[in-house]
């Protein structure tokens, strides 16, 4: 259904208005308005004394698809709300809207972009139009005509905003990616810009920091290039393309050409994830950050290989910490092992941050199917209160001194 929403003021006056290259007259916009727009229904929000004075030059068109709703003058934020909640009830789910604020007094105009906002994530309404007859702009004396503005791109910029900040807060980028190309036609260079959107994202979400950081090099060149062509659909987003590539540039690093900036850059997506509520996905990198971060240490080469990362270095790392309980003999341990039980002043946090990580990592990607798992608060106050602060400590015993940027 299609619903315009218009407000009435207290006195009219026949006015000629411009739209689309043809004019309209009407004593108010509304009676204008329903002359070139289509719709079902059109709610005539009014005052006591409104409905008195301006409502009958609507009443005598004898429209029966023109209705009255009673609204308060707005004297009060109390009342601000009543008008909120009274214009919120007449919208139904996936219902179009056209709003008019050309009469809407005191603090309409402002509220209807907040109805705009709600209706759209509450209801799933489709803002068609807000419409303001610009009557200050025509000139009733010379005939010249006032001119009719479309405001609604203005709350296009709301979705703009809240869909760059889901992806930063999140790393979900589908509303943004959707934004840049809502129907699938949009140029090469936006589409582009799209299609790494959705691919950093994805990277994010499924915690894949090699792909991320692969992906996440060109974020910047192709947002900027499609700026450009959203420059009169979408002036603000310079901002916002400035925001996603602050954030997400801090995790780009490439382990075969720096290994210690790539071990910085994980660390901070590590950080991310976790300022951002992702503890599986922070403690499953985190684990994952601990051997690199000791391959490195150990001035080994970054590998893949899962026969030199859990059979060699994992197998260090919790052979040490299996010493430090004397479940094993310091000769039983291999080689790095040896290197780092022996020769390592940083071995006693490096035992203590493999003694929490490995419950909470392990209840997290079993996602609790195993028995005496860790309660869901144990988890969380682990994570906060040991594996962070260890993993700190030990970024900064190893020289990561660009791991704490932007964190």
């Not at 789910?93 to 994530?121: C, M, Q, W």
């Not at 900040?165 to 980028?173: K, L, N, S």
């Not at 994952?288 to 260090?316: C, D, M, Q, Y």
Request: aromatic letters at 10%; glycine letters at 4%.
């Amino acid at each position: 259904m299609r619903q315009i929403i218009t407000f009435l003021g207290l006195y009219p006056r026949e006015t000629t208005y411009s739209f689309e290259g043809q004019t309209y007259k009407g004593e108010v916009f509304a009676e204008a308005l329903r002359q070139f727009c289509n719709y079902d229904y059109m709610l005539v929000c009014v005052t006591s004394e409104a409905k008195d004075k301006a409502f009958p030059v609507l009443a005598k068109l004898n429209d029966p698809r023109i209705k009255p709703v009673d609204i308060p003058n707005g004297e009060t934020t109390a009342q601000m709300w009543e008008t909120f909640k009274i214009i919120t009830d007449q919208v139904h789910e996936n219902d179009s809207v056209i709003f008019d604020i050309t009469h809407g007094l005191r603090s309409l105009p402002f509220l209807v972009f907040l109805f705009a906002a709600y209706l759209k994530a509450a209801k799933n309404v489709t803002i068609d139009a807000i419409y303001y007859g610009a009557l200050e702009l025509g000139n009733f004396k010379t005939g010249l005509p006032a001119p009719v503005i479309n405001l609604s791109e203005f709350v296009g910029m709301l979705d703009w905003i809240t869909a760059t900040d889901q992806f930063i807060q999140t790393g979900d980028a589908e509303r943004l990616s959707k934004l840049l190309n809502p129907d699938g036609t949009a140029s090469n260079i936006t589409k582009k810009a799209a299609t790494t959107l959705s691919d950093v994202s994805l990277a994010t979400l499924l915690c894949q920091p090699l792909q991320l950081a692969k992906k996440a090099q060109s974020l910047e060149s192709d947002l900027l290039k499609a700026q450009e062509q959203l420059q009169l659909t979408a002036p603000p987003f310079e901002m916002l393309r400035q925001r996603i590539t602050d954030t997400f540039g801090n995790f780009i690093g490439d382990f075969q050409q720096d290994t210690k900036k790539a071990l910085e850059a994980q660390f901070r997506l590590i950080m991310w994830y976790h300022s951002n509520n992702r503890l599986i996905e922070a403690m499953s990198l985190a684990r994952e950050w601990l051997i690199n971060a000791v391959t490195h240490r150990l001035g080994l080469p970054f590998t893949l290989k899962i026969s030199i990362r859990e059979k060699l270095i994992a197998r260090a790392i919790s052979g040490v910490e299996m010493v430090s309980r004397n479940d094993l003999t310091v000769e039983e341990l291999n080689e790095y092992g040896r290197i780092i039980n022996d020769t390592w002043a940083e071995k006693d946090k490096l035992i203590q941050l493999w003694n929490a990580l490995q419950p909470v990592r392990n209840g997290l990607d079993h996602a609790g199917h195993q028995e005496g798992a860790m309660s869901v608060s144990k988890i969380v106050k682990t994570a906060n209160e040991k594996i962070k602060p260890l993993l700190c400590a030990l970024a900064k015993t190893w020289n990561f001194e660009n791991c704490f940027e932007s964190v």
